[in-house]
């Protein structure tokens, strides 16, 4: 079996640049933005890519709002995603609920395939579902090294504020929690929606990492270490690798990456920061 490395983090937090380190300096391959067009048959998709495009050096880890631009850089297969998991109206979706009626044995056989097709492991990002679902992923695949990738939450709301100013303040940009939290924010402004965001995530994946303290599959990485050191974030997720009967090859970075945000004005800041603080209330864990 291939080992897949699986990709989580809130919006903002920097999981679409892993993804190209991991595609572009490691022997991994991708779920690319040519497979995405074939979401629906991914193992035609990714023969086809197979057969048309050859995994070569990126020129740039670039990115808009997570989405690369060339037809080889990674995607992340949100529809293929959203169909295993039972993603209907991500409004009122229930991971709980759905988690009976997802066929994980279904979603394993596609991606091993895709495994088996490119002969080589596989970088996913399914982004929050892979942490509403996380203890199914990690029995379905015993394999996989899941990374959580955090990010100071200061920077993350600063960077979803500013995506929702583009796309229009009155539309949800990135994760949407699960519908009781979702609803309980329709009636909050832009910052406290945000905040609320922000804050559930952070507690919900705090809340996994606990109840799975130690397990050889998890591994957490930070934003700021991944771009002042990115070799040995590497390092470690080949380690956490290893550990779990896989192999991992890289090529080192010649150089730290450059760290991307702006935090605003300093009356936006304390803004923030005071939203975040009472938001942090209704999910202690997310200030551990």
């Given at each position: 079996?291939?080992?897949?490395?699986?990709?989580?983090?809130?919006?903002?937090?920097?999981?679409?640049?892993l993804?190209?380190?991991?595609?572009?300096?490691?022997?991994?391959?991708?779920?690319?933005?040519?497979?995405?067009r074939?979401?629906?048959?991914?193992?035609?998709?990714?023969?086809?890519?197979?057969?048309?495009?050859?995994?070569?050096?990126?020129?740039?880890?670039d990115?808009?709002?997570?989405?690369?631009?060339?037809?080889?850089?990674?995607?992340?297969?949100?529809?293929?995603?959203?169909?295993?998991?039972?993603?209907?109206?991500?409004?009122?979706?229930?991971?709980?609920?759905?988690?009976?009626?997802?066929?994980?044995?279904?979603?394993?056989s596609?991606?091993?395939?895709?495994?088996?097709?490119?002969?080589?492991?596989?970088?996913?990002?399914?982004?929050e579902?892979?942490?509403?679902?996380?203890?199914?992923?990690?029995?379905?695949?015993?394999?996989?090294?899941?990374?959580?990738?955090?990010?100071?939450?200061?920077?993350?709301t600063?960077?979803?504020?500013?995506?929702r100013?583009?796309?229009?303040?009155?539309?949800?940009w990135?994760?949407?929690?699960?519908?009781?939290?979702?609803?309980?924010?329709?009636?909050?402004?832009?910052?406290?929606?945000?905040?609320?965001?922000?804050?559930?995530?952070?507690?919900?994946?705090?809340?996994?990492?606990?109840?799975?303290s130690?397990?050889?599959?998890?591994?957490r990485?930070?934003y700021?270490?991944?771009?002042?050191?990115p070799?040995?974030?590497?390092?470690?997720?080949?380690?956490?690798?290893?550990?779990?009967?896989?192999?991992?090859?890289?090529?080192?970075?010649?150089a730290?990456?450059?760290?991307?945000?702006?935090?605003?004005?300093?009356?936006?800041?304390?803004?923030?920061?005071?939203?975040?603080?009472?938001?942090?209330?209704?999910?202690?864990?997310?200030?551990?």
């Amino acid at each position: 079996m291939y080992s897949n490395v699986f990709v989580m983090g809130l919006p903002r937090s920097g999981t679409t640049l892993l993804s190209q380190i991991l595609y572009n300096n490691t022997d991994l391959f991708c779920t690319n933005n040519f497979m995405a067009r074939f979401w629906g048959t991914p193992l035609v998709g990714a023969k086809l890519s197979s057969l048309s495009i050859t995994k070569k050096r990126l020129r740039s880890f670039d990115s808009f709002y997570g989405r690369t631009a060339d037809i080889d850089q990674p995607h992340e297969f949100s529809k293929f995603w959203h169909k295993c998991l039972k993603v209907e109206d991500f409004r009122g979706y229930e991971p709980e609920k759905v988690s009976s009626r997802i066929d994980w044995r279904m979603l394993q056989s596609k991606i091993l395939g895709i495994n088996a097709i490119f002969n080589g492991g596989l970088v996913c990002k399914p982004m929050e579902f892979a942490g509403f679902h996380l203890n199914s992923l990690l029995q379905t695949f015993n394999r996989a090294v899941f990374v959580y990738l955090e990010r100071d939450a200061l920077e993350v709301t600063s960077s979803i504020l500013r995506a929702r100013k583009e796309a229009g303040e009155e539309k949800w940009w990135g994760s949407y929690p699960p519908a009781q939290f979702y609803e309980s924010l329709r009636g909050e402004n832009l910052l406290n929606q945000v905040a609320h965001q922000v804050c559930y995530f952070k507690a919900m994946y705090e809340g996994k990492f606990s109840e799975s303290s130690g397990h050889s599959q998890l591994l957490r990485l930070h934003y700021r270490e991944l771009c002042d050191s990115p070799n040995e974030a590497l390092a470690k997720i080949k380690d956490a690798v290893r550990k779990n009967g896989g192999e991992l090859t890289f090529e080192p970075l010649p150089a730290p990456l450059a760290k991307s945000g702006f935090l605003g004005s300093s009356e936006e800041v304390l803004q923030m920061k005071q939203a975040l603080k009472e938001a942090s209330r209704a999910y202690p864990q997310s200030m551990a």
